[in-house]
């Protein structure tokens, strides 16, 4: 076989597998992407996707002719009748069924449909490469004009496939049109009293490793002193166990079931979500800035950023090691399913074990620094009139990396102290066993240690911004989007789990005028701090925010008590009219919690008064109370489902 016919033989064959796994990548992609999104949205980047991949593919081929040609010129030094086809065929014989296997067909067991063990499987291995061998001996040309002619039409459809991707792939995707309803108009101008109200949110923040909050550790000293003659709430709960629909009912004042927002935005970024706080403040004459550095909670991902004067991005609040990484994270952050798809779960990348791919979040450092600075940049020259700020910092959200000297200051330094050790742990944002618990209470520590460090950079920021902003009309609002947990067999957050730890977040609310603290125990949702925030400002509450102002509770008033929720609905579609009927929703009602899993009809009862760690399970015992509370949840989700129809 000639050189020149080798290497076009050896690029088709790849290309061909490679496209086949293409194929079956793309049908589990979309199904999960049809979730949210049209196929007319998912095509640009499937197109785009196609071309990468393809490049990858031809990259590969090149090296495996490479290398193969190198194996003839070692080999026919001492084999003379070894010729190029011979190693091709050999090659392909045994290199494609084990890419099918392995890639392609990996949900295919050889143990299960044979029912042999590994000794067994070994002697059929080498028997089979032995028959391959002899094979290719003495037919290999054969063989190769076979396969050529067999995969020639394949190579020209890939072709095509690949011209026409070109033009699809400049194509722009629609956006999801959720809340495009507007019915919403301002009814009088600014008041002349209105304060600047600034909201910091910071990530993955438990209130349950919080000093403030009766932590054992020291994490949060200046936050607790600082809290001292604030408003505290003690049991506030966000709206679900991860970034986006938390973030999301924070800035509308709705529940996931309502606003629909549950999955991913930064891979389907929301198109133009009219209700939601930020545009409420801009339409009644506030300045509306926004400083985040998760993308899933920046107000591009959320459909809200028209509301916002500034655009800054959440990559340049990032600290990249190199160039090509801060460009790496400017793709991913624009175009994160491509960059998911072809880039950090490359087979090609993976491979070669080259981890310049990675998800930015963990070849970047996050500091709140760079957040805080910006934005006490920004507001020193922009202060004309009150103003709201979004102030959203990534830590102490994963990677647990704070710098020295906080890192080890808990104990345990030098286990699980590199970005390294914490991804190949496997204990980020994932199950664990029952015997793992002492390297998860071991990362624990890190991320307190990461805590303490949020806190220090926050008292710094907070000196800083009284020399910059009239602090006698200003608004402090320090909370979170959602908690993390280390205990119940999990460590993260997300996943389909509502325990305590991944819900109760901090909220702490600081006027200039509060004469001295306060705290208060009535359980509350993230969704009431909108209509909290827009009574401070004199603005009246629109009638689609399904919070209350919680206002009357610093002024000694009370509320009526009514059911608290937080729900994890990923599993369900955004695209059509769908009832919700997967994930998980709690419910919290006087001193009782339960926790149901809609699609495997199972519940769990806590008395979180008697049982905080939620370790025993009363809904036997408590038969009546658990119906109770099922049919708190079955009537929100018939509210949901009618608003959904409509």
């Known amino acids: 076989m000639a050189v020149k016919r080798s290497f076009l033989f050896t690029l088709q064959m790849v290309l061909v597998l490679f496209s086949l796994l293409f194929i079956r990548d793309a049908f589990y992609k979309w199904d999960g992407y049809s979730y949210y999104m049209s196929f007319r949205d998912f095509l640009p980047d499937l197109s785009l996707a196609f071309i990468l991949w393809t490049i990858q593919g031809v990259i590969v081929a090149v090296i495996i002719w490479i290398i193969l040609y190198s194996i003839l010129k070692i080999v026919s030094v001492s084999l003379k009748a070894i010729r190029l086809e011979h190693v091709i065929a050999f090659f392909v014989l045994i290199a494609t069924p084990l890419f099918i296997k392995k890639f392609i067909l990996d949900f295919i067991s050889i143990s299960r449909l044979t029912g042999s063990n590994q000794i067994v499987r070994l002697i059929m291995g080498c028997i089979l490469f032995a028959v391959v061998l002899w094979i290719v001996y003495k037919h290999a040309e054969k063989i190769l004009n076979e396969i050529e002619s067999r995969i020639k039409p394949i190579v020209w459809i890939i072709a095509v496939l690949l011209i026409i991707s070109v033009p699809l792939s400049m194509l722009k995707g629609g956006y999801s049109e959720a809340g495009s309803v507007d019915d919403y108009k301002p009814v009088a101008s600014l008041d002349k009293r209105s304060p600047n109200i600034i909201f910091v949110v910071m990530d993955a923040l438990a209130a349950r490793d919080m000093q403030l909050y009766g ?30 629909p938390s973030t999301m009912s ?43 550095q998760n993308n899933n909670a920046h107000p591009e991902a959320l459909g809200i950023q028209d509301a916002f004067i500034n655009k800054d991005k959440t990559h340049s609040f990032w600290i990249t090691p190199s160039w090509f990484i801060d460009k790496y994270a400017r793709f991913f952050t624009k175009k994160y399913i491509i960059a998911e798809w072809v880039l950090e779960n490359s087979l090609f990348f993976n491979l070669l074990s080259i981890k310049s791919f990675r998800h930015p979040i963990f070849t970047s450092l996050m500091r709140p620094e760079t957040v805080y600075n910006r934005f006490l940049e920004y507001i020193s020259n922009n202060s004309e009139k009150p103003y709201f700020a979004y102030i959203h910092v990534y830590p102490p959200h994963i990677l647990y990396l704070p710098p020295k000297p906080y890192m080890g200051l808990f104990g345990d330094e030098g286990h699980y102290d590199t970005a390294e ?15 793992r618990q002492y390297e998860v209470d071991i990362l624990r520590k890190r991320y307190d240690e990461f805590i303490l460090f949020s806190d220090q950079q926050f008292k710094t920021f907070l000196s800083r911004l009284y020399k910059t902003t009239d602090m006698s009309n200003t608004i ?8 993390e947990s280390f205990s119940h067999g999990f460590a993260g957050h997300g996943f ?12 702490i ?100 008064k008697g049982d905080s760690e939620e370790q025993k399970d009363i809904s036997e015992e408590k038969s009546e109370i658990k119906e109770h509370m099922i049919k708190l949840i079955q009537e929100g989700l018939s509210f949901a489902d009618i608003r959904m129809s409509k």
Do not use: C
């Not at 994490?219 to 709206?239: L, Q």
């Not at 402090?476 to 908690?483: F, R, T, V, W």
């Open 215 to 244: 932590y054992e550790r020291p994490t949060t000293p200046f936050i607790a002193e600082w809290a001292k003659d604030a408003t505290v709430f003690n049991r506030t709960y966000s709206a679900s166990n991860w970034t986006t």
């Open 250 to 292: 924070i800035m509308t004042g709705q529940r996931p079931w309502t606003h629909k927002i549950w999955y991913r935005a930064e891979a389907k970024p929301v198109g133009n979500y009219k209700h939601n706080l930020p545009r409420v403040l801009k339409d009644y004459g506030y300045s509306v800035y926004g400083f985040v």
């Open 509 to 608: 609310i600081k006027t200039p005028w509060q004469a001295k603290g306060q705290t208060i125990d009535m359980p509350v949702e993230q969704i009431d701090i909108a209509p909290t925030i827009l009574e401070f400002a004199h603005i009246p509450v629109p009638e689609w925010m399904e919070g209350r102002s919680l206002i009357p509770l610093f002024e000694g008033g009370t509320l009526e008590t009514r059911p608290i929720y937080s729900m994890q609905l990923i599993k369900n579609r955004t695209v059509g009219n769908y009832p919700i009927t997967k994930g998980t929703i709690a419910v919290w009602d006087g001193e009782y919690k339960l926790i149901n899993y809609l699609d495997e009809n199972k519940s769990f009862l806590f008395n979180l």
């Open 476 to 483: 402090i609002i320090l909370s979170s989007d959602h908690g």
């Open 421 to 435: 050790q914490q991804i190949n742990s496997n204990l980020m944002d994932d199950y664990y066993p029952p015997q």
């Open 496 to 507: 389909f789990d509502l325990y305590e730890p991944l819900v109760h977040v901090p909220l």
